[in-house]
């Protein structure tokens, strides 16, 4: 069965920053596009950012500037660069993974920012 797991959430101060990892396994990871999402309370999920099988990588504009989206093949792990963080950015984080349409879902990590 194909498992993601998150981790590297937590509480942090607005301005600080965090690095959120998402670990998959029986998948061949270096065909799948990655992305990263997030849902705040009482809102809809939404797309953070997505890295392609290529490289290529695409923001939400909110966080474009602030967040960074990398992959380690070798490691089947994405992660994710939060710098500058601001408490609008209050969510749990959940990663995708994602081919020809089939998609996997980590369980999702707290992200709160909050002085």
């Known amino acids: 069965q194909v498992q993601l797991v998150e981790s590297g959430g937590g509480l942090v101060q607005p301005g600080g920053s965090l690095r959120l990892s998402c670990a998959a396994s029986r998948i061949i990871f270096s065909i799948y596009a990655l992305g990263w999402y997030r849902q705040a309370p009482g809102k809809q999920r939404e797309l953070v950012a997505t890295?392609?099988?290529?490289?290529?990588?695409n923001y939400a504009n909110s966080v474009k500037g602030r967040f960074t989206i990398s992959r380690d093949n070798a490691k089947n792990t994405v992660y994710l660069q939060m710098n500058s963080l601001k408490p609008e950015d209050t969510a749990v984080y959940y990663c995708?993974?994602?081919?020809?349409?089939?998609?996997?879902w980590g369980q999702g990590t707290q992200v709160t920012v909050s002085s």
């Open positions: 890295i392609t099988s290529g490289g290529n990588t």
């Open positions: 995708n993974a994602n081919w020809g349409g089939v998609n996997y």
